[in-house]
């Protein structure tokens, strides 16, 4: 029976390894990690992150084919395929510091795969690392094998989150990079025949290591890219009138260029698209490639300057200052259909806001008061370390309250800010929400899930992101 080990029971080892459990009944996989509240979570009716789908996926294999343990060291030495999927941080100190990633948990991994290890293993990195990290772990694992053999593969995880356990089921492609020896190639059929399962072989590419560690820093920063790009094009919307909808559709319906990653919004988030474009411009100038480096800069450059933006907006149209004032803040997490709120935007708007004493009052439907506070103590890359290496509960922020009810939030607020599209926000009944607000009554949305004209006739002051101006904001230029 072919035992699978998956070390690292987060967003990309948890789901990918119960599927591989459901689509391949006659393998064990077992996901470890020595954070038992984060096992115990997996092995409880409550998961311990929310995807839409999941819950079914692992009710069905737990206790059958799919197990979760923090007993590391011994699903490690039985398995014969191990994945790897812990954090690699962007570094805050040292060498590359705020580009570099950090691989120390990666490092250690590879350490105890080596000492535990009593049968040969296909090592498999899953997290995404950068250019050459196999290398390095080959490196440590032929140094300390003890007579043992451990091939390398890289097979980067390319899924969505919101969609993730629907990306795992019909993938647009599986990447699976590896030596080009006989070994490797042994390697990277005997994972080939795992996907085979459920992915059709057309879509399985095999690659060199290098490639495949590659392809996954350039598919992120790609889609980074197209965002950054369409809210460029918001700003210069706003400035003439134009509507940024129109000019997204209008570009997207050309087949070169497509229609998705066009939506203008207050920013992108997520775990790696800042963490893999930073590693990428280290990568570029450790390589002596400073105008390659600068050139995936600017996508993160114009995601700050997006935030900024819309900060600057809020503030300016309610008479140049916040101070005081309640702001419903509508949505944390990244995006809708996820509780997951690493590198949200919402984090540097709130801020932003909390900068300009505002007083904040935030609903998300999937994201805790504990994980909001943390996020707004926590200082930048410290969310990318394991929970029990995070800085404690921090005290309560005064200023800001979290409350489980959209109409709770709004109560007696001069404006809200529309941070995440969930589908509810569009179906608020706004004649309500503007009775009780304070006058005038703002909307910023961050993401243009509302119908501005509708709200504008109830009464509303409202800002869409790349959209023609309200005559009051045209009067009030925000100000960067």
Request: hydrophobic share 40%.
């Amino acid at each position: 029976m072919v035992k699978i080990c998956c070390i690292g029971a987060g967003y990309v080892g948890g789901p990918t390894m119960a599927v591989i459990a459901l689509k391949c009944p006659e393998i064990e996989v077992v996901v470890v990690d020595i954070a038992a509240p984060r096992i115990n979570a997996w092995n409880s009716d409550h998961l311990p992150i929310y995807e839409p789908g999941l819950d079914d996926v692992v009710k069905k294999c737990r206790g059958k084919n799919l197990f979760f343990s923090t007993d590391v060291e011994k699903h490690v030495a039985e398995a014969n395929i191990v994945f790897v999927s812990v954090n690699t941080p962007t570094k805050t100190q040292g060498l590359g510091a705020g580009k570099a990633a950090d691989l120390t948990y990666w490092e250690s991994a590879a350490r105890m795969i080596a000492d535990v290890s009593k049968t040969d293993k296909i090592v498999v990195e899953k997290s995404t690392v950068p250019v050459k990290t196999a290398e390095a772990i080959e490196r440590i694992l032929t140094h300390n094998r003890k007579g043992i053999n451990f091939t390398i593969l890289s097979n980067p995880e390319f899924l969505a989150e919101g969609t993730a356990i629907a990306d795992l089921f019909n993938p647009d492609r599986v990447l699976i990079g590896g030596r080009e020896t006989p070994e490797g190639q042994k390697a990277i059929h005997a994972l080939r025949d795992v996907y085979a399962h459920w992915v059709p072989v057309d879509r399985i590419l095999c690659t060199n290591l290098w490639s495949a560690e590659l392809s996954k820093l350039a598919a992120n920063a790609f889609l980074a890219q197209r965002i950054s790009s369409v809210n460029a094009m918001s700003a210069l919307c706003e400035a003439t009138g134009a509507d940024v909808s129109q000019v997204s559709h209008s570009i997207g319906t050309d087949s070169r260029i497509g229609p998705k990653f066009l939506n203008a919004s207050v920013g992108f988030g997520g775990s790696c698209f800042q963490k893999d474009i930073l590693n990428l411009v280290y990568i570029c100038e450790c390589n002596g490639l400073p105008e390659v480096a600068n050139y995936w800069k600017q996508v993160i450059k114009v995601n700050d300057y997006q935030k900024n933006r819309f900060v600057n907006r809020v503030v300016s149209s309610m008479f140049n200052t916040v101070s005081g004032k309640k702001i419903a803040v509508l949505g944390f997490a990244f995006k809708k259909d996820t509780g997951d709120t690493r590198e949200t935007p919402a984090i540097d708007v709130c801020k932003g806001l909390l900068g300009d004493k505002a007083k904040l009052s935030i609903y998300d439907p999937q994201v805790s008061e504990d994980q909001i506070t943390r996020d707004l103590a926590m200082k930048k890359f410290d969310w990318d370390h394991p929970a029990h290496l995070q800085p404690l509960s921090p005290t309560s922020n005064k200023q800001v309250s979290v409350v489980w009810d959209a109409y709770e939030a709004i109560k007696d607020a001069h404006g809200i800010c529309i941070l995440t599209e969930w589908d509810e926000f569009k179906n608020l009944d706004y004649k309500k929400v503007f009775d009780s607000m304070q006058k005038p009554a703002f909307v910023f949305d961050g993401r243009n899930v509302v119908d501005a004209n509708k709200l504008r006739e109830i009464g509303f002051i409202v800002y869409s992101i790349g959209k023609p101006l309200d005559s009051w904001l045209k009067d009030m230029p925000a100000v960067a």
